[in-house]
Nanobody, 119 residues
Framework: QVQLVESGGGLVQPGGSLRLSCTAS????????MRWYRQAPGTQRELVAT???????NYADSVKGRFTISRDNAKGTVNLQMNVLKPEDTAVYYC?????????????WGQGTQVTVSR
């Protein structure tokens, strides 16, 4: 079982930056692939960034070059540095811990943090 708590959301002007943090407890974070998703009103949840247990990263095309995901297994944290923010980045951002095992998978979610990009 993994408990995830996001923080760092808020209101920022276009072109600005925010750093989201996800703090995990309850299990060994290092065995999970960690992901950030986002969901804007009226849309489906979208995968934004992934960092595997080995440290490999992947990003949605819409955020490549602007967002950076990182993890610190010792501290149990995953961060999402968001730069050059655009109004279309406005959404609730969710932290996800994912692990695939034979016969199934585990997924844990945080409660989400609101990011609003507006003048």
């Amino acid at each position: 079982q993994v408990q995830l708590v996001e923080s760092g959301g808020g209101l920022v002007q276009p072109g600005g930056s925010l750093r989201l943090s996800c703090t995990a407890s309850g299990s060994i974070l290092s065995i999970y692939s960690m992901r950030w998703y986002r969901q804007a009103p009226g849309t489906q949840r979208e995968l934004v960034a992934t960092i595997t247990s080995g440290g490999s990263t992947n990003y949605a095309d819409s955020v490549k070059g602007r967002f950076t995901i990182s993890r610190d297994n010792a501290k149990g944290t995953v961060n999402l540095q968001m730069n050059v923010l655009k109004p279309e980045d406005t959404a609730v951002y969710y932290c996800n811990a994912h692990r695939s095992v034979i016969g199934g998978q585990y997924d844990y979610w945080g409660q989400g943090t609101q990011v609003t990009v507006s003048r």
